[in-house]
């Protein structure tokens, strides 16, 4: 079972100033901040997080609407926390998503949907991995 995900505000959320509505939605559903920090990313960057879906209509968009402006990568823990995460932020398309979850709350579509959250442990591994070194992961801290 996992205990780390990765959560990205996106930037469409980060400029309609719902970080911290955000933010305490996901502690009040019992998940713990590891890491967090806010960046604009390069293409590259987000082109490389995006890999994935680089042969898809979509591709060219999500990278340009990634580097629109800033988001909030947040390394996430809590037990099941890829699951629940998932079920915390609702489906792609907040159009889709169930009463209550962030994306029916705060998203406007499916390109601009507030939220990223890690599909798979291996896919959280790897994406904490994007945004945080290992210096920054709060357990070296102790906590
Ligand atoms: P995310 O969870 O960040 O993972 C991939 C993203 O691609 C997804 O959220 C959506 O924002 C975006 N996406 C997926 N399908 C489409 C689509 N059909 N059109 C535009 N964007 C999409």
């Known amino acids: 079972m996992s205990y780390k995900t990765l959560a990205i ?12 509505q955000i933010i305490a939605k996901i502690t009040e559903a019992g998940f713990k901040i590891k890491a ?3 960046v604009r990313l390069t293409k590259d960057s987000a082109g490389g997080f995006y890999e994935v879906h680089k042969a898809r209509t979509f591709y060219n968009d999500l990278v340009e609407f990634m580097t629109s402006g800033p988001c909030v ?11 629940e995460f998932r079920n915390l932020i609702g489906a792609t ?3 889709d998503a169930a009463d209550g979850t962030i994306r029916k709350l705060f ?27 290992r210096k920054e992961l709060l357990e070296n801290f102790g906590a």
Do not use: C, R, Y
């Open 9 to 20: 505000i996106k930037p469409d959320a980060v400029k309609n100033n719902l970080t911290g």
């Open 36 to 38: 967090m920090k806010m």
């Open 73 to 83: 990568p947040i390394a996430l823990e809590k037990e099941n926390a890829v699951a």
């Open 93 to 95: 398309d907040p159009a």
């Open 107 to 133: 998203a406007a579509s499916k390109a601009e949907n507030a939220v990223h959250g890690s599909d798979s442990d291996e896919n959280a591994a790897l994406e904490i991995s994007h945004f945080f070194s």
